[in-house]
């Protein structure tokens, strides 16, 4: 198998990729017990080994999958860090495509030379315990990837043994990044960034280091062609603890990948998708070795990671401040809060950042131009309960200034499906423009409210009044 792959390829990697998709997990907060089952399917193909290589802290199994024949030994992580799933996905995915039969010549040669070349060994979710609570750090506290020199987890202690027993020639170390970051200067967001990882603090590129940049460099050429302009280089400064900058100094060529945000993609699904293509893309470039081809200044091209995004930016509002007008752009970001109901967790929206803001860019941008902004209040009617809200019409609360209401008797949950807060009695509704104040706003032409922000979700009063989100309980 000779060249890289060529752009016919490419768009049959993409156009099929729902037939190699696992289709049983198509949400981020997958746990254990759903993934296991995938993994022994999987081990029940004869091309595929499936190995139980240990326990984690709290005694979930460890597993490893291996397929292909070849004399390149290659291995992969995911989920380190357990709110980082989008590649535990894409492994499942590239071990699905690389025994589908029938995809065709082009796809079957692509699939023959991968395993004819390389042998594959993945350990899919290393940290089970995190991911059953959806937190970067182990349940005791420690990040799995701070942990490469210590080796305190046993989870860590699992994937150094791994690499040695291998002597792993490539290592590819799956992450999720922040999706606030762009790439460079630019509005658009990072849905991958790269990193190879330096193995001193004098970031020396040895030839092991170099295969990395190479591979990269050759991944990134295929990504210009399905998420022009939407890939990144992460921070090469060098982490002393951190697994990656040590799987380099071990001797391992390291790629870590950090997949980061796309609009509309909220459980980042395809993002799952260019990850997998990623993976399989890789494996072909180490297979016919053809990642040579490009040079460490390709590498060096890839533009940085830059934190510059908001989930929503208003531009231009104005704020009336004692007898001062103030024009402002408004930047507000909408984080996830784990909790033990079936959802999993809440959305909590705050005010960033505001003030000028010309130097960033949003997800969603609005033209606030023309529109005054001011703090939701609280309606001053008391509510015995939240099913008493029945007669309150939030359409009419909000054009008169209001985005919660006052209850007697509060729910236990701290948060409801209702398009206005609830506030207790002796309670406050916390609202405001200033960083870190919660997102609860109201703008207005004139005296017609054009937008309303209940919790950092905006809703359009002309085009739709369409709610899709939670408001807040402030107990």
Same mark, same amino acid.
């Given at each position: 198998?000779?060249?890289?792959?060529?752009?016919? +390829? /490419?768009?049959?990697?993409?156009?099929?990729?729902?037939?190699?998709?696992?289709?049983?997990?198509?949400?981020?907060?997958?746990?254990?017990?759903?993934?296991?089952?995938?993994?022994?399917?999987?081990?029940?193909?004869?091309?595929?080994?499936?190995?139980?290589?240990?326990?984690?802290?709290?005694?979930?199994?460890?597993?490893?999958?291996?397929?292909? #024949?070849?004399?390149?030994?290659?291995?992969?992580?995911?989920?380190? &860090?357990?709110?980082?799933?989008?590649?535990?996905?894409? =492994?499942?995915?590239?071990?699905?495509?690389?025994?589908?039969?029938? $995809?065709?010549?082009?796809?079957?040669? =692509?699939?023959?030379?991968?395993?004819?070349?390389?042998?594959?060994?993945?350990?899919?979710?290393?940290?089970?315990?995190?991911?059953?609570?959806?937190?970067? &750090?182990?349940?005791?506290?420690?990040?799995?990837?701070?942990?490469?020199?210590?080796?305190?987890?046993?989870?860590?202690?699992?994937?150094?043994? /791994?690499?040695?027993?291998?002597?792993?020639?490539?290592?590819?170390?799956?992450?999720?990044?922040?999706?606030?970051?762009? !790439?460079?200067?630019?509005?658009?967001?990072?849905?991958?960034?790269?990193?190879?990882?330096?193995?001193?603090?004098?970031?020396?590129?040895?030839?092991?280091?170099?295969?990395? $940049?190479?591979?990269?460099?050759?991944?990134?050429?295929?990504?210009?062609?399905?998420?022009?302009?939407?890939?990144?280089?992460?921070?090469?400064?060098?982490?002393?603890?951190?697994?990656?900058?040590?799987?380099?100094?071990?001797? #391992?060529?390291?790629?870590?990948?950090?997949?980061?945000?796309?609009?509309?993609?909220?459980?980042?699904?395809?993002?799952?998708?260019?990850?997998? @293509?990623?993976? /399989?893309?890789?494996?072909? @470039?180490?297979?016919?070795?053809?990642?040579?081809?490009?040079?460490?200044?390709?590498?060096?091209?890839?533009?940085?990671?830059?934190?510059?995004?908001?989930?929503? !930016?208003?531009?231009?509002?104005?704020?009336?401040?004692?007898?001062?007008? +103030?024009?402002?752009?408004?930047?507000?970001?909408?984080?996830? %809060?784990?909790?033990?109901?079936?959802?999993?967790?809440? /959305?909590?929206?705050?005010?960033?950042?505001?003030?000028?803001?010309?130097?960033?860019?949003?997800?969603?941008?609005?033209?606030?131009?023309?529109?005054?902004? +001011?703090?939701?209040? +609280?309606?001053?009617?008391?509510?015995?309960?939240?099913?008493?809200?029945?007669?309150?019409?939030?359409?009419?609360?909000?054009?008169?200034?209001?985005?919660?209401?006052?209850?007697?008797?509060?729910?236990?949950?701290? &948060?409801?499906?209702?398009?206005?807060?609830?506030?207790?009695?002796?309670?406050?509704?916390?609202?405001?423009?200033?960083?870190?104040?919660?997102?609860?706003?109201?703008?207005?032409?004139?005296?017609?409210?054009?937008?309303?922000? %209940?919790?950092?979700?905006?809703?359009?009063?002309?085009?739709?009044?369409?709610?899709?989100?939670?408001?807040?309980?402030?107990?």
């Amino acid at each position: 198998m000779s060249g890289s792959l060529d752009e016919a +390829v /490419i768009r049959q990697l993409v156009a099929r990729y729902e037939d190699y998709k696992e289709p049983a997990l198509t949400r981020r907060r997958f746990k254990h017990h759903d993934l296991v089952p995938l993994l022994e399917k999987l081990g029940a193909h004869p091309a595929v080994t499936l190995t139980r290589e240990g326990e984690s802290a709290e005694g979930r199994g460890l597993f490893r999958l291996s397929i292909g #024949t070849g004399d390149i030994p290659v291995l992969m992580w995911s989920q380190m &860090h357990g709110d980082e799933a989008t590649a535990t996905l894409a =492994l499942l995915d590239l071990f699905r495509f690389l025994t589908a039969d029938g $995809m065709g010549a082009d796809l079957s040669g =692509l699939q023959t030379g991968i395993l004819q070349q390389i042998t594959l060994h993945a350990i899919p979710m290393l940290n089970p315990d995190a991911a059953e609570r959806f937190q970067r &750090h182990t349940p005791y506290g420690v990040d799995m990837n701070r942990d490469a020199v210590q080796r305190q987890c046993p989870e860590s202690r699992l994937l150094k043994r /791994i690499r040695d027993e291998l002597q792993a020639e490539y290592g590819f170390n799956l992450h999720d990044q922040s999706t606030r970051y762009s !790439v460079g200067e630019s509005p658009k967001s990072a849905i991958i960034s790269f990193l190879a990882p330096p193995f001193d603090a004098q970031r020396t590129i040895d030839p092991k280091r170099e295969r990395s $940049m190479q591979l990269i460099a050759g991944v990134n050429g295929m990504l210009q062609q399905v998420i022009p302009g939407h890939v990144a280089a992460y921070s090469d400064e060098f982490e002393p603890r951190a697994f990656g900058d040590n799987m380099q100094k071990w001797g #391992t060529s390291t790629v870590l990948v950090e997949s980061g945000g796309k609009k509309d993609d909220p459980e980042k699904q395809f993002i799952r998708k260019i990850n997998g @293509l990623i993976l /399989i893309t890789s494996l072909h @470039l180490i297979a016919s070795e053809t990642f040579q081809k490009w040079s460490v200044a390709d590498y060096d091209a890839i533009p940085p990671n830059k934190l510059r995004l908001f989930d929503t !930016v208003f531009r231009g509002a104005s704020l009336r401040y004692k007898e001062e007008e +103030v024009r402002m752009d408004i930047g507000i970001n909408r984080t996830e %809060i784990n909790t033990d109901d079936a959802a999993g967790y809440y /959305i909590h929206g705050i005010v960033a950042e505001s003030g000028d803001l010309s130097t960033f860019n949003g997800y969603e941008e609005i033209d606030a131009g023309g529109l005054r902004v +001011v703090p939701g209040e +609280v309606f001053p009617e008391l509510f015995e309960t939240v099913e008493g809200l029945q007669a309150a019409d939030p359409q009419k609360l909000l054009q008169q200034g209001y985005t919660a209401i006052r209850v007697r008797h509060l729910p236990e949950k701290t &948060h409801t499906d209702l398009p206005y807060n609830i506030v207790s009695i002796g309670g406050t509704q916390p609202a405001g423009t200033f960083p870190d104040s919660d997102a609860n706003l109201l703008f207005y032409r004139d005296d017609h409210l054009i937008y309303a922000v %209940i919790n950092g979700f905006v809703i359009d009063i002309l085009n739709g009044w369409q709610w899709d989100g939670n408001s807040l309980v402030y107990h």
